[in-house]
């Protein structure tokens, strides 16, 4: 989950940015295996860095909902320690294998069997990151509700 707050931090858009940067730089390797998962290998590193950077900028809020916060952490947490070190490993080991035998994996297309694994991976992080936000969305929206109740009625003694 991205924290845009003003003032807005450098490091967080520059990172986004970066993270932009280096995707594009992978997508049009697309045709040369030992640069996309080079690439990819790079792509992660530098969304493990904005996972870290967030992580305290989410510290640092004011969150009033605790199971919200902790939801949020817990997350950070595991895309920090599990999956990001995950994606940073498996391109630099199919970049490995590639450079190690690459009639195997070049000249026979294996390495399409790692893109396969690569692509199921990321779809099923995608499911998991729209059942997070969903379960984000729900713990919300009471609060948005309670707070929009609040405000209602603070407009409503000050007339």
Known sequence: MTVIRWPIQFSHNFLYIACTLVE??????????????????????????????????????????????????SDQRMNIWLLMPAFILYPLVVALLILAWPNVFLAQRMHVVFGIIQFLALLAYLIYVLRFFSLLARLMIPTDRAELGEERSSERSTK
């Open 24 to 73: 594009a730089i992978a997508f049009t390797q697309v045709q040369e295996p030992l640069l996309w998962y080079l690439f990819n290998a790079v792509f992660a590193l530098v969304a493990l860095i904005l996972f870290i950077v967030d992580s305290r900028m989410i510290a640092q809020q004011q969150v009033r909902i605790t199971e919200l916060r902790s939801r949020i952490m």
